[in-house]
């Protein structure tokens, strides 16, 4: 019913697509009072909204936070949420990160499939239903978000001025869906230190990690040592040598400092990494320090919360995962910086209380890091939207569609009652954020034609 019209004009499609994955919108800075991510993101918003007029679409920019653009009758309405900032392009392209050339049959761009591609998809798929002349029971509307990669202000705002649809989804993941994401959540553990001079050695400085949602993959340690320094550095040599610690040292008067290596991924597979700061910890517990307990906790810590009493399966998503990603300690204090992803049936409050239970008798304090935190998401495998969506990815692609679940976050927790539908499909490399971003010019296509019988079904 739509796919004739999507063929038909294909072409504009793929040319309209190259228009806005021209426009350099990375996102940055307020510049003007309508502009509070920068001329960027402020013109690509511009452009896909004016096209959605000349597509003889309403359209609406909400204080260029966000936009839409919309059609049908009837007070509720199903949401497509997509975004048309991008993440800065980095070195190394083949080609123009903003030429939007074709080769091999697809379109290199920043934000060829995350997520300006897919979000033209989404606005050609209702031209497809509205040259159709197939009536819906719904409003359907594209919503466009420019701060997706940020910190999410421009759905903050959107939703300040605008109602809540019923439910939707968001083509700014992988295909067939993805109806479960883990809650996030980022605690400190806090220990006071005291009398660190009564022993041999004093762990002086210990600094490790970037980012508390990777995987640290460095951690430096500076230890004063009374006595013989190159003694205790062999130690530290021994240890290593038998626990598989990568490391370098460097020992003068009285001091050692220390560098140990890891592996750094993203922390919600943090498994698949090797973890700098608890490998650090695996030397440190072995030296003759007044806080000997502290190293031995740090280099116990694992990657499913057994250590600080989180452990636990989830029936959607499976098991929790923890990331130790930063660590800081100094003359006066520990603080070691976790980032949980929790089943979707519990809260931020549970597990900070699992942990207090667990290593408060061992002395350590939580506080609040103050890193955005997330609720799960979850939308059952039996609700009407996921069921539909499946089907519809089944019919079109003739594949069988099982249900995804992530420990990352999509934008459909924007939303509730949405789920992640595309754009990337099984079995593609996932280039998202990487040099040489692109999209098959036929999943742009395949896609639309997708989206165009999702966006029927769940409005008709
Ligand atoms: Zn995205």
Redesign the pocket.
């Known amino acids: 019913m739509f796919a004739k019209w999507i063929d038909e004009n294909s072409e504009q499609i793929i040319e309209k697509t190259q228009g806005v994955l021209r426009i350099n919108s990375v996102g940055g800075e307020q510049t003007a009072p309508d502009q509070p991510f920068g001329p960027g993101c402020a013109e690509a918003l511009d452009y896909v909204l004016q096209l959605g007029r000349e597509l003889g679409f309403a359209v609406k920019n909400v204080d260029g936070y966000a936009g839409h653009i919309e059609f049908g009758e009837g007070d509720d309405y199903i949401a497509v949420l997509g975004?048309l900032d991008v993440v800065p392009v980095g070195s190394g392209w083949t080609y123009p990160p903003f030429g939007a050339e074709i080769h091999d049959g697809k379109i290199y761009a920043r934000g060829a499939i995350?997520?300006k591609g897919p979000t033209m998809a989404a606005l050609f798929a209702m031209k497809a239903i509205k040259e159709s002349g197939v009536a819906l029971g719904k409003k359907v509307r594209l919503i466009m978000g420019l701060d997706?990669?940020s910190n999410w202000r421009c759905m903050d705002h959107y939703f300040q001025k605008e109602p809540y649809p019923i439910g939707g989804f968001t083509p700014?993941a992988d295909f067939p869906l993805i109806h479960a994401e883990k809650g996030i959540y980022c605690f400190n553990l806090n220990k006071k230190r005291a009398n660190l001079e009564s022993a041999p050695v004093v762990v002086r400085e210990l600094t490790g990690g970037n980012r508390v949602n990777m995987v640290p993959d460095g951690c430096r340690v500076v230890l004063s040592v009374k006595g013989d320094a190159q003694a205790v550095a062999t130690t530290i040599q021994e240890v290593a040598a038998r626990e598989g610690v990568r490391h370098e040292l460097q020992v003068a008067a009285g001091e050692i400092t220390l560098f140990v290596e890891g592996v750094s991924v993203h922390s919600m597979a943090p498994h698949t990494g090797i973890n700098a700061i608890v490998q650090a910890g695996k030397l440190l517990r072995e030296l003759d320090t007044a806080d000997r307990e502290t190293w031995s906790f740090l280099s116990e810590v694992d990657t499913e919360g057994a250590r600080i009493g989180v452990q636990m399966v989830c029936h959607a998503t499976g098991p929790l995962t923890s990331n130790l990603g930063l660590a800081k300690v100094d003359a006066d204090s520990v603080t070691f910086t976790f980032n949980l992803r929790f089943p979707v049936d519990k809260t931020d409050a549970d597990m900070l209380k699992l942990v207090e239970d667990k290593v408060g008798p061992e002395g350590f304090e939580t506080s609040d890091p103050g890193i955005a935190n997330m609720k799960p998401h979850y939308v059952p495998i039996e609700s009407e939207i996921v069921q539909t969506l499946l089907k519809v990815y089944e019919e079109e692609t003739g594949e069988k569609a099982t249900p995804l679940t992530t420990g990352g976050g999509t934008?459909a927790r924007a939303i509730p009652n949405a789920v992640a539908f595309g754009a990337q499909f099984p079995g593609q490399p996932d280039v998202?954020h990487q040099r040489d971003e692109h999209w098959e010019v036929g999943h742009l296509l395949s896609c639309t034609k997708i989206f165009a019988k999702a966006i029927y079904e769940l409005a008709k």
């Open positions: 975004h995350d997520d997706e990669e700014d934008y998202a």
